[in-house]
C-alpha cells in the first residue's frame, strides 16, 4: 500500500516535470538566446555558460524602430479592445442572467457556435467591406474586431458569474428605486468583478499575440508587435536570430507577467459554473 503511494506521488512529480520542461523550456531558449553572441545561440552542444550581451537589443533599438511603434499599437488595441468586450459582455451577461426567452436561450447556443468558426471564415469576406468605408490600417478596427472575437465567450463567462449573485440584492435596490442600469453599475459589478477579470485576461492575452487580423487589416499605421516580428524573420537581409529573440523577449514579458499576476482569475473563469456552493 505504501509502495503504491510512493510510485503514484513519483509519477505525479515526473508528469509534472514534464509539464514544466515543455512549457518553459521555449520560454527560457528565447530568454536566453536574447543575451548569447550570435555564434553561441544554435553551439552544439548548447552553451549554458556564457557572456551576456546587450548587443541584440542595442540592434533592435537602432536598426527595428518600427518595432517599439508596434508595441505602443498593441498597448493601444489591447486596451481598447479588453475595455469593449468587458462592457459589452458583462452587460450582456446581465441580460442573459436576469431575464430568460425562447429567443435567448436559443441564442446562448449561436454565442458559443459562432465562437466555434474559425477567424479566417469571417476575416476574408470583412476586408472589402472595412477597406471600402475606410477603416483599414486603423487601431478601430482592430479593436472592434478583437472585442467581438471574445465577446460570445465573455458573455457566456459573466452569465455564469451573474448567475452566482443573489436576485434579492436586484430587487432591494429596485425598491429603494434604482434603475437597472443602476443595479448593474453599483451592484453586479463590484459583485461580479472576478468574473470581469477573468474576460480581461482571455481578451488581452489573445489581442496582444493576435497576427491574423493585423497581417490582413494592417498595412503601416496600425501595424502591431506579431507583425514587425514577422518581418524580421521574412527579412531580405537574413534573420538575425538575436535581435529575434531580443523582440520576441520583450514582447513576451508584458503579458506573461499579467498572466501570472492574474492567474487565479484565469483559473476562476476556466472552472466557472463547474461547482455549486
Do not use: C
Not at 454565442?111 to 490600417?137: W, Y
Amino acid at each position: 500500500m505504501r509502495i503504491d503511494k510512493v510510485l503514484i506521488g513519483v509519477g505525479k512529480a515526473v508528469a509534472v516535470a514534464a509539464i514544466l520542461v515543455w512549457s518553459l523550456f521555449p520560454i527560457a531558449f528565447i530568454f536566453m538566446s536574447a543575451f548569447k553572441p550570435g555564434q553561441d545561440i544554435f553551439a552544439v552542444p548548447p552553451k549554458l555558460v556564457f557572456t551576456p550581451t546587450l548587443q541584440h537589443y542595442g540592434t533592435l533599438l537602432s536598426d527595428w524602430g518600427t518595432f517599439f511603434q508596434g508595441l505602443f499599437n498593441s498597448t493601444v488595441i489591447t486596451a481598447g479592445a479588453t475595455i469593449l468586450a468587458i462592457v459589452a459582455s458583462t452587460s450582456a451577461g446581465y441580460v442573459y442572467s436576469r431575464y430568460s426567452s425562447r429567443f435567448l436561450n436559443a441564442s446562448v447556443l449561436f454565442l458559443i457556435i459562432v465562437r466555434l468558426i474559425p477567424p479566417i471564415v469571417v476575416t476574408l469576406p470583412l476586408f472589402p467591406i472595412i477597406n471600402a468605408i475606410g477603416l483599414n490600417d486603423t487601431h478601430f478596427v482592430l479593436i472592434v474586431l478583437y472585442a467581438t472575437f471574445f465577446v460570445s465567450l465573455g458573455t457566456v463567462l459573466m452569465r455564469t458569474f451573474i448567475d452566482q449573485i443573489p436576485r434579492e440584492l436586484d430587487e432591494a435596490a429596485q425598491i429603494d428605486g434604482a434603475t437597472r442600469m443602476v443595479t448593474l453599475r453599483r451592484i453586479i459589478v463590484p459583485l461580479a468583478a472576478p468574473g470581469i477579470l477573468a474576460v480581461a485576461v482571455f481578451v488581452v492575452v489573445f489581442a496582444w499575440n493576435e497576427f491574423l487580423f493585423a497581417f490582413i487589416f494592417t498595412a503601416t499605421k496600425a501595424k502591431t508587435a506579431p507583425l514587425v516580428i514577422s518581418e524580421m524573420i521574412g527579412s531580405i537581409d537574413g534573420v538575425d536570430w538575436g535581435v529575434l529573440f531580443a523582440a520576441s523577449t520583450i514582447q513576451l514579458i508584458p503579458v506573461l507577467l499579467f498572466v501570472v499576476v492574474m492567474n487565479r482569475y484565469l483559473v476562476a473563469g476556466l472552472t466557472a459554473g463547474a461547482t455549486k456552493g
